[in-house]
């Protein structure tokens, strides 16, 4: 099993830039891959960014050039840059192991215009 705290949300205005934290505990040798959703106020979770276990990265195309999705050891991160109201929503780090899907609990991030 895995277990994943993100961290680093927060207020921001329009054009700043945030860092967000996904902290995985657990049988972190045997991630697949690591990724980051978001869930806006009644929309549907959407999938934003992916690093596998080599290191491929993909994002969606509304963050691409202004995300990067990085880690190191047991962490991955979420670099928010240029950030637009539109990327409101809680965000959630998921994470692969053996065909399961696991989730943290969500962080904030609200950016004002």
């Known amino acids: 099993q895995v277990q994943l705290v993100e961290s680093g949300g927060g207020l921001v205005q329009a054009g700043g830039s945030l860092r967000l934290s996904c902290a995985a505990s657990g049988s972190i040798s045997n991630i697949n891959s690591m990724a980051w959703y978001r869930q806006a106020p009644g929309k549907q979770r959407e999938w934003v960014a992916i690093?596998?276990?080599?290191?491929t990265t993909t994002y969606v195309d509304s963050v691409k050039g202004r995300f990067t999705i990085s880690k190191d050891k047991n962490t991955v991160y979420l670099q928010m840059n240029s950030l637009k109201p539109e990327d409101t929503a809680v965000y959630y780090c998921?994470?692969?192991?053996?065909?399961?899907?696991?989730w943290g609990q969500g962080t904030q991030v609200a950016v004002s215009s």
């Open positions: 690093i596998t276990s080599g290191g």
């Open positions: 998921n994470a692969l192991l053996e065909n399961r899907y696991y």
